[in-house]
């Protein structure tokens, strides 16, 4: 495996690739998303302007709030919930995905479903 880097470069590899073609307008913005061995965060960004127009992650004070989640992968799903609920607010209701060079299962997955179940398509 010599050459390709250590787990992390090749994932912002990845990410990198991803970013040349997923860009957010005023429109339909981009979902950024990252994914810590702890948490996991997101927010809605428009590329144009260079601003982010929601953002919630599990440090949010209304997801501690709830308590402590089962697992990590339900709590990645009331983020999706909590950030569809600020994206409906913002009078947004389509985005890009932009999964941070991470796979798409488990907590980014279980993530986009709780925006989904909440009205926002991706």
């Known amino acids: 495996m010599a ?7 090749r994932r912002q590899r990845r990410h990198r690739r991803i970013r040349k073609r997923v860009v957010g307008s005023a429109a339909c913005p981009r ?22 127009l929601a953002a919630a992650s599990t440090l949010s004070k209304e997801i501690r709030e709830q308590g402590k989640m ?9 983020v999706g919930e909590l950030l569809a609920g600020k994206a409906l607010a913002a009078h947004i209701s389509r985005v890009v995905f932009d999964r941070g060079g991470f796979k798409f299962h488990g907590r980014v ?8 179940e909440k009205g926002i398509k991706i």
């Open 31 to 52: 979902l950024s998303v990252f994914r810590s061995a702890q948490h996991i965060y997101a927010q809605i960004v428009d590329d144009e302007q260079g601003k982010t």
């Open 109 to 116: 997955k279980a993530l986009a479903v709780g925006l989904g």
């Open 70 to 78: 089962e697992s990590k992968t339900a709590a990645a799903r009331a």
């Open 3 to 9: 050459g390709y880097g250590g787990k992390q470069e």
